[in-house]
C-alpha cells in the first residue's frame, strides 16, 4: 500500500499522516500548506490541488495505490457565494481526472462533510441532500463529481460529523483556551444530542476501508465519527480533565444575548467564543445515522474519555506553538488573472 493523502497538513490529516508513518506506511502528502507537525514535512509536497500538472506529476513520480482526499476549504465564514469554496468541488473533479489516467490506484477516499444535510434532517438516501451553507453546498457538488466521474477504481464518500481531537486549532483557540481560563458556561442544562467524533476514531475508521473487501466500500456512502451523544457529557468530560472542575451552566436566554454581542464583535472582526452561530450549535440536535459505519466497520477504539485525554494531553504539550494557516482564498487568484 502507498497513500497519497491530499490535505495531509490540516488537523484530521495530521493525524491520518501519523497513524501510518508509526506504521511504516509509505506516504505523500500533497498540500499547499507546510504541515502542522513539522516532523512530517518530509513527507510534504507543496502543490495547488487547483493546479492539474502539479498534482499529476506527484502522482507519476509516488506512483500511489490508495488516495485519501481530505483537501478542502473547510470554514462555513462564506454566506453567499459558493464559488470560494471551488477547491472543494473542482479540485475534486480536477484530482479525479488525474486518478484516472493512473491504474495503479485502487482506490479512493473522497470527504464530503455531514452539512450537506441540515440539522434535524434525515437523509432517506445518499443522494437525499439539504445542505444549509454554501459550504455544504461545495460538498453536494463534491459527492456528485465524484459519483460522475467513471472512475474504474473503488471510490467511497465519507460525511465526518463534528470532529475533534489533537491538531484541532478551533478547538484549541476557542473551547479549551476558555475553558481553562475558568471563563466557559454551558447554555442549559438541557439534553442535546450531537454528532461528534475523535479524530483518532475517523482515522481508524479510513484505516477500515482503506483495507476492507472492495464490495464493502465501493461507490458507498458513510458518516464517520462516534455514535451521537448528549453534548453536556462530552462538555462534562472535558472540563474535568481541563480544569479538574465540573462545567458551570448559564439561562439559556442569557447566553443567547451573549450571542448577539458576539455577532456585533464578528462583524469589527473581534474575536470572541460565543455567535448565534456557535449558540445555535449548542442547544440544537445534530444526528446523523451512524449505525451503517459501525455495522460495517465496528465499533471506533477511542472512548470520550480516552479521546479528551489524548488532547489535553496535546494542548498542554506545546500546542500554543503552532501557527495556524492562512486561509487562501481561490477568487483572488482569478482577478489576479
Not at 292 to 311: D, L, R
Request: proline share 7%.
Amino acid at each position: 500500500m502507498r497513500i497519497l493523502v491530499t490535505g495531509g497538513s490540516g488537523f484530521i490529516g495530521t493525524n491520518l499522516m501519523a497513524f501510518y508513518l508509526e506504521r511504516g506506511v509509505p506516504l505523500l502528502n500533497i498540500d499547499w500548506n507546510p504541515p502542522l507537525d513539522p516532523g512530517q514535512r518530509p513527507h510534504w509536497q507543496e502543490v495547488d490541488i487547483m493546479d492539474e500538472q502539479a498534482v499529476e506529476q506527484a502522482f507519476v513520480a509516488f506512483k500511489p495505490t490508495h488516495v485519501v482526499h481530505l483537501a478542502a476549504r473547510t470554514d462555513t465564514d462564506e454566506p453567499v457565494d459558493v464559488d470560494a469554496y471551488r477547491q472543494n468541488h473542482e479540485g475534486t473533479r480536477i484530482l479525479l481526472q488525474v486518478v484516472k489516467r493512473h491504474p495503479g490506484v485502487e482506490r479512493i477516499i473522497v470527504t464530503s462533510t455531514q452539512f450537506v444535510c441540515e440539522a434535524g434532517y434525515q437523509p432517506k438516501h445518499d443522494l437525499d441532500f439539504k445542505p444549509f451553507t454554501v459550504y455544504g453546498e461545495s460538498k453536494r457538488r463534491t459527492e456528485m463529481v465524484t459519483r460522475e466521474a467513471g472512475l474504474s477504481c473503488a471510490w467511497t464518500i465519507i460525511r465526518p460529523t463534528t470532529i475533534w481531537g489533537p491538531w484541532s486549532l478551533r478547538y484549541r483557540d476557542v473551547m479549551f483556551k476558555v475553558m481553562r481560563k475558568g471563563l466557559y458556561f454551558h447554555p442549559g442544562k438541557g439534553r442535546v444530542v450531537r454528532s461528534y467524533g475523535y479524530v483518532g476514531n475517523v482515522v481508524w475508521q479510513i484505516d477500515r476501508m482503506l483495507n476492507a473487501p472492495r464490495a464493502v466500500v465501493d461507490r458507498q456512502v458513510y458518516y464517520v465519527g462516534d455514535r451521537p451523544f448528549d453534548l453536556k457529557e462530552w462538555v462534562e468530560v472535558v472540563s474535568k480533565e481541563l480544569t479538574g472542575k465540573p462545567v458551570r451552566y448559564i439561562p439559556t436566554a442569557l447566553i443567547r444575548m451573549v450571542a448577539w454581542g458576539g455577532d456585533v464583535l464578528k462583524l469589527l472582526r473581534i474575536p470572541f467564543p460565543i455567535t448565534s452561530g456557535r449558540f445555535r450549535s449548542m442547544t440544537s440536535d445534530y444526528i446523523t445515522p451512524m449505525d451503517k459505519t459501525i455495522a460495517a466497520f465496528g465499533e471506533a477504539p477511542y472512548s470520550i474519555e480516552s479521546g479528551v485525554k489524548e488532547m489535553v494531553r496535546w494542548y498542554d504539550g506545546g500546542s500554543e506553538r503552532i501557527v495556524a494557516p492562512v486561509l487562501k482564498d481561490v477568487r483572488l487568484k482569478d482577478r489576479k488573472a
